[in-house]
């Protein structure tokens, strides 16, 4: 439930934005080859997305970090860019397994992306409420209404509500300890791909 996810609220380090990307059945080096991305360095959850500054000064650029949550589940963290309008590397990166994409712009806006195999399966804007679309928005259709709790006002409830139907479609809560624990591969890839 989007209760659950309360504490995203605390988290400032996000508050200019961000997205999350889970990728189902393929490893953090395997989604580096998918989206053509180069190995930077291995850093922890606070120098990735401490500074707040994404691409600032880099527009055609997209700097993330992938980790393994599990054995079935990568996820790619991206702190304050565009990584979460980059449908390219979001086609290669479901190709044959399952992507799921929640982002936040800068400007407020956002997206969740459910994708399987290069095809949308689900796609709205958690913040304004927007009636969900794509192949099986029609089935999934109570379940993102059980999560979103009737489209709570405040859009930050809105994004926790989106948090929580991420971990109803792949069986993994994600905490703040859960992000702080692991080491990402800290990357870069042009945009546009």
């Known amino acids: 439930?989007?209760?659950?996810?309360?504490?995203?609220?605390?988290?400032?380090?996000?508050?200019?934005?961000?997205?999350?990307?889970?990728?189902?059945?393929?490893?953090?080096?395997?989604?580096?080859?998918?989206?053509?991305?180069?190995?930077?360095?291995?850093?922890?959850?606070?120098?990735?997305?401490?500074?707040?500054?994404?691409?600032?000064?880099?527009p055609d650029k997209c700097y993330f970090g992938v980790t393994r949550l599990n054995d079935d589940w990568a996820l790619v963290v991206e702190d304050n860019g565009e990584l979460g309008t980059?449908?390219?590397?979001?086609?290669?990166?479901?190709?044959?397994?399952?992507?799921?994409?929640?982002?936040?712009?800068?400007?407020?806006?956002?997206?969740?992306?459910?994708?399987?195999?290069?095809?949308?399966t689900l796609q709205f804007d958690p913040v304004s409420g927007e009636r969900?679309?794509?192949?099986?928005?029609?089935?999934?259709?109570?379940?993102?209404?059980?999560?979103?709790?009737?489209a709570p006002a405040q859009p930050d409830d809105r994004m926790a509500a989106a948090f929580a139907l991420a971990e109803r479609l792949t069986g993994v809560p994600l905490t703040q300890a859960d992000l702080r624990k692991h080491t990402y591969l800290f990357s870069v890839v042009p945009t546009g791909q």
């Not at 580096?32 to 500054?53: F, N, P, T």
């Not at 679309?133 to 999560?147: N, Q």
């Open 86 to 120: 980059e449908d390219g590397q979001f086609r290669a990166l479901s190709a044959g397994t399952t992507l799921i994409c929640l982002y936040r712009a800068d400007d407020g806006s956002g997206r969740f992306l459910l994708m399987e195999d290069r095809g949308v």
């Open 1 to 58: 439930m989007a209760g659950d996810y309360a504490w995203f609220r605390e988290v400032t380090d996000l508050s200019k934005g961000f997205c999350f990307v889970w990728v189902r059945r393929v490893r953090p080096a395997q989604v580096l080859d998918r989206m053509g991305a180069k190995e930077l360095e291995r850093i922890g959850w606070q120098q990735m997305v401490g500074a707040g500054d994404g691409q600032r000064g880099f």
């Open 132 to 150: 969900p679309s794509g192949r099986r928005a029609a089935e999934l259709e109570t379940t993102v209404k059980a999560t979103r709790a009737g």
